[in-house]
């Protein structure tokens, strides 16, 4: 069975980027494989430093993913700082990954044109998601085009550790592009970012949800002429929750003219009102049972932990790092036999001198 490993920060409200961009495509996959999805609070720390917000968040993603369809029993579910070890070989891993190589990072400098301020955290950025991803032996990491350049620093962090160590201490993973993923815009007409504050969250309801949709930006043609579908912001986000037949007869109402920008957004409006109804009230209904919710994330973390001691352990040996609590192993023992006895043999060097 496959491992499949992604996940998704908890940095503010998830919208309907992150739905057609990951988290659709993240509850498909958990029936697939062996799925590992984690709520990655420690990259959220790169551009929130507010304790009570990232809890938040971590709270507010776990219960999107659940009402939205992940099942707890088919997929690891776990908050990313729960498995400390994430951290542990991420530091590892930046010891053997030169500094040129993450100044060639398209993310990092993405990021910074977006305003984001610069810090070493947003800078390492890939090497901690490299540490995520090996951590668990991923053969398929979901990620869409704009991430194929971290899989690859990923790959290049597991071949040097390996090549030093002369073993395969870590499985070099394959990228699994999400090719046929849209890009959703934003109700400014870019790309759908929290970044840019344009977006329309997943759970968005009432008044708020009406108000986003009805701001979205169109051109200015006037109501009774024809208009282009394929060129309207609105229209791209129809696309994304009508069939192919409801997409054609809407499309047709644009060019015959006498549809208005405005009667394509009440559709829209329509249209996501409908799609997550149903989830809409199952996370109500979670949020009122939040400690199911945190039990969920420990029970997930477990595990996680669990797993990722498979590949830390061998890590750790390989380095030669000292953890007193393991010496009751054979291999530390033997380590510990071999130290006494060049001790011991330099003892005799000194004391024959």
């Given at each position: 069975m496959k491992t499949i490993l992604s996940g998704i920060q908890s940095s503010g409200k998830l919208h309907l980027g992150n739905y057609f961009g990951a988290l659709r495509q993240h509850i498909q996959m958990q029936e697939e494989g062996d799925a590992f999805y984690f709520i990655a609070n420690y990259h959220s720390l790169t551009s929130i430093n507010d304790g009570e917000e990232i809890y938040q968040n971590t709270i507010d993603v776990a219960l999107d993913y659940?009402?939205?369809?992940?099942?707890?029993?088919?997929?690891?579910?776990?908050?990313?700082?729960?498995?400390?070890?994430?951290?542990?070989?991420?530091?590892?891993?930046?010891?053997?990954?030169?500094?040129?190589?993450?100044?060639?990072?398209?993310?990092?400098?993405?990021?910074?044109?977006?305003?984001?301020?610069?810090?070493?955290?947003?800078?390492?950025?890939?090497?901690?998601?490299?540490?995520?991803?090996?951590?668990?032996?991923?053969?398929?990491?979901p990620?869409?085009?704009?991430?194929?350049?971290?899989?690859?620093?990923?790959r290049d962090l597991a071949g040097k550790?390996?090549?030093?160590?002369?073993?395969?201490?870590?499985?070099?993973?394959?990228?699994?592009?999400?090719?046929?993923v849209a890009v959703v815009p934003g109700i400014d007409g870019?790309?759908?970012?929290?970044?840019?504050?344009?977006?329309?969250?997943?759970?968005?309801?009432?008044?708020?949800?009406?108000?986003?949709?009805?701001?979205?930006?169109?051109?200015?043609?006037p109501l009774d002429e024809p208009k282009d579908p394929e060129s309207c912001n609105v229209f791209a986000l129809i696309k994304l929750f009508a069939d192919e037949e409801k997409q054609n007869e809407i499309a047709e109402k644009y060019r015959a003219g006498g549809y208005g920008y405005g009667h394509a957004k009440k559709e829209l409006l329509g249209m996501i009102e409908e799609y997550f109804a149903e989830a809409r009230e199952r996370r109500k209904e979670l949020e009122q049972d939040l400690d199911t919710v945190v039990e969920i994330l420990v029970e997930g973390g477990r595990k996680a932990r669990k797993r990722a001691e498979k590949v830390m352990g061998p890590v750790r040996e390989a380095v030669g790092l000292f953890r007193g609590h393991y010496f009751t192993t054979n291999s530390h023992k033997a380590r510990i036999d071999k130290l006494s006895s060049r001790i011991d043999k330099i003892k005799l060097k000194e004391a024959l001198q």
């Open positions: 659940l009402a939205l369809g992940l099942d707890p029993d088919k997929a690891t579910f776990f908050a990313q700082s729960d498995v400390p070890q994430h951290a542990e070989l991420a530091w590892i891993l930046g010891t053997f990954c030169p500094v040129s190589l993450m100044e060639k990072g398209v993310a990092y400098k993405d990021k910074v044109a977006q305003g984001l301020k610069p810090n070493i955290g947003l800078f390492t950025y890939p090497i901690l998601q490299a540490a995520d991803i090996l951590m668990y032996n991923a053969d398929l990491v990620v869409g085009q704009d991430q194929k350049q971290n899989i690859e620093i990923c550790f390996n090549h030093n160590y002369g073993d395969e201490y870590l499985k070099l993973p394959e990228p699994y592009i999400l090719e046929s870019q790309k759908m970012s929290k970044s840019y504050g344009n977006t329309i969250g997943i759970f968005d309801e009432g008044k708020e949800l009406k108000k986003k949709v009805m701001s979205i930006e169109t051109d200015s043609t």
